[in-house]
């Protein structure tokens, strides 16, 4: 998992080249406002937070804008007014289909690969092994094209929080993996689930342990039998995505970086240095050449956080 900064304006900025573009469109846009103006005064909304957002839009925006701990207390209210004893409350029914039908078309209206660009997540933040991109196929006429989409889990399902479905803090640049793991789990039934929003650095870090201190003395093949790979990281994370058993299958990686750690002082940098003498590394250079890992943005590569805190586990002990 790693975390993905709260940044306020971008989220502002999404509303502006995103949404403001669905709400204000000749086409739908004005249906849209309208509808959910109607919706607003309807049974189980109406004289309600949520009632109030969807009557204008100013309400709106603030909607789409909230921040992630409002995104979770959002989702409690809806919960509240939509479920009792985790089962649906009947009287509610035709609201809620109106609502999930809205919304679902809004979204439909995102681009979701300039989405996922406009982000600048890379890698899937709950995992961190892979690219957020994927192939799709698209059918124009008789030609079929290819081309790459970006996937997004809506951290609150929007099959059971539709109004969460376009809220810029809700929505997760994801490998597809990972979408598909988590698919409809609700972050309120599992926990310690916590968002990419909502995590802290040191709330997640790897670690090895190792067991047999003869560890160097073998060759990169044998090493990985003498550690486990240790993760910190809320309980809710961990079981859903599986992470620390996963990442104990990349002890082959672990143990290059074990290697590559041990030798990693001023001498070794100096030697690199040498050797492309006339080329300005910076020591950040140098670091992703020698570990094939970004340090401080962990995000912008597969495997960078967990590289990266093997490194400096090893790097600090030897
Ligand atoms: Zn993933």
New binding site residues.
């Given amino acids: 998992m790693i975390p993905i900064k709260v940044d306020i304006e971008k989220a502002e900025r999404y509303y502006e080249e995103f949404i403001e573009n669905i709400w204000s469109s000749k086409t739908d846009g004005k249906i849209f406002k309208n509808y959910f103006r109607e919706l607003s005064e309807k049974r189980c909304m109406k004289n309600t937070e949520i009632g109030r957002m969807l009557r204008d839009e100013e309400g709106l925006k603030e909607l789409i804008l909230l921040k992630p701990d409002e995104v979770r207390d959002l989702a409690q209210t809806f919960n509240d007014i939509f479920y009792e004893n985790g089962a649906f409350k009947k009287e509610c029914e035709t609201v809620f289909d109106e609502l999930k039908d809205l919304f679902t078309k809004a979204y439909n209206k995102l681009d979701k690969y300039a989405f996922v660009n406009f982000t600048d997540v890379r890698v899937?933040p709950?995992?961190?092994?892979?690219f957020v991109y994927e192939p799709m196929t698209e059918e124009h006429e008789s030609n079929t094209i290819r081309k790459i989409k970006g996937q997004i889990d809506h951290f609150f399902p929007k099959s059971k929080y539709p109004i969460l479905a376009l809220s810029y803090f809700n929505l997760i640049p994801?490998?597809g993996?990972?979408n598909y793991v988590k698919s409809e789990k609700d972050p309120l039934e599992v926990s310690e689930l916590k968002s990419p929003y909502e995590i802290k650095a040191d709330e997640f870090e790897f670690t090895i342990n190792i067991e047999n201190t003869n560890v160097f003395s073998y060759s990169l093949n044998k090493i990985a039998k003498g550690f486990k790979v240790k993760l910190k990281a809320p309980k809710g994370n961990n079981t859903l995505?599986a992470l620390e058993d996963i990442y104990n299958n990349h002890k082959d990686i672990a143990a290059e970086v074990l290697f590559k750690a041990k030798y990693y002082n001023e001498a070794y940098i100096e030697s690199i240095r040498k050797t492309l003498e006339g080329i300005k590394l910076t020591d950040f250079d140098i670091y992703r050449l020698v570990f094939w890992a970004y340090k401080d943005t962990p995000g912008n590569r597969p495997l960078s956080k967990f590289i990266s805190d093997i490194a400096k586990q090893i790097i600090r002990d030897f």
């Fill in positions: 899937c709950y995992c961190n092994r892979a994801s490998c993996v990972c995505f």
